[in-house]
């Protein structure tokens, strides 16, 4: 599986936009960029993913790099919320598309506090 | 409600029962996981399971067992378990095994004692 690098934590303040970096330089050409977060006691939860253009939605945007090496996960506003482990992740094209690598592998993602 | 439940949320065993986890989800999705998160580890995935047949044993023990009786519910039999298969067991599900995004469930917080 190609592999994804984050800081282990950052710090942000309540109502500031936040840029969640991710280092992905071995990814193939077919390769999804996926972004979860976990909020404490809880399951993940999808946030966003893309494959070359930028993408928005409710929750937040991704902007990926034009050689697609990296990618940025953007929260406009953050709230308190928002304090999560946020995980940037590869995934291969599923069974449907031709691939056989479709597994979601998480790492340990990036640690955010949210400060009041 | 993520609209994946699992069931019990919280479990303590000792190592000679048998358990059962549950999972349902009525979201219409055809694949189902099971993920294993050991403290201060990253996510594990045991089990994939797409249109109730098994796809994916990530060289788990046989002291879990899962079960995938239809597309919407999905069991982990537990038995003689260890100490260190304490964890938090995670369901997921996706519209299939294809590039969807994955809907979690709470989890369900087991302790071997």
């Known amino acids: 599986d190609a592999k994804t690098t984050q800081p282990n934590s950052m710090e942000s303040n309540e109502e500031e936009p936040v840029h969640l970096p991710c280092n992905h330089s071995t990814i193939s050409g077919t390769d999804y960029i996926h972004w979860y977060r976990q909020l404490p006691s809880q399951g993940p939860e999808y946030v966003i993913h893309g494959l070359t253009s930028n993408v928005n939605n409710r929750m937040a945007s991704l902007a990926i790099a034009e050689d697609r090496k990296s990618s940025t996960l953007i929260l406009h506003r953050a709230t308190l919320r928002d304090a999560a482990v946020y995980y940037c992740?590869?995934?291969?094209?599923?069974?449907?598309?031709?691939?056989?690598?479709?597994?979601?592998?998480f790492g340990k993602g990036t640690l955010l506090t949210v400060n009041p | 409600e993520t609209g994946v439940t699992q069931t019990p949320r919280h479990l303590v065993m000792g190592m000679t029962n048998k358990k059962s986890l549950k999972c349902e989800q009525h979201?219409?999705?055809?694949?189902m996981y099971w993920y294993k998160q050991s403290a201060k580890k990253p996510l594990e995935l045991m089990f994939v399971?797409?249109?109730?047949?098994?796809?994916e044993n990530n060289s788990v023990p046989s002291r879990f067992s899962p079960e995938c009786p239809n597309s919407s519910h999905l069991f982990l039999h537990l038995h003689t378990l260890q100490p260190e298969d304490s964890a938090l067991y995670l369901c997921?599900?996706?519209?299939?095994?294809?590039?969807?995004?994955?809907?979690f469930g709470s989890g369900t917080r087991l302790t071997v004692v």
């Open positions: 997921a599900s996706s519209q299939d095994t294809d590039n969807y995004g994955y809907t």
């Open positions: 399971y797409n249109f109730k047949e098994q796809t």
């Open positions: 992740i590869l995934r291969a094209p599923g069974l449907y598309s031709g691939g056989s690598n479709y597994k979601l592998t």
């Open positions: 979201l219409g999705h055809n694949a």
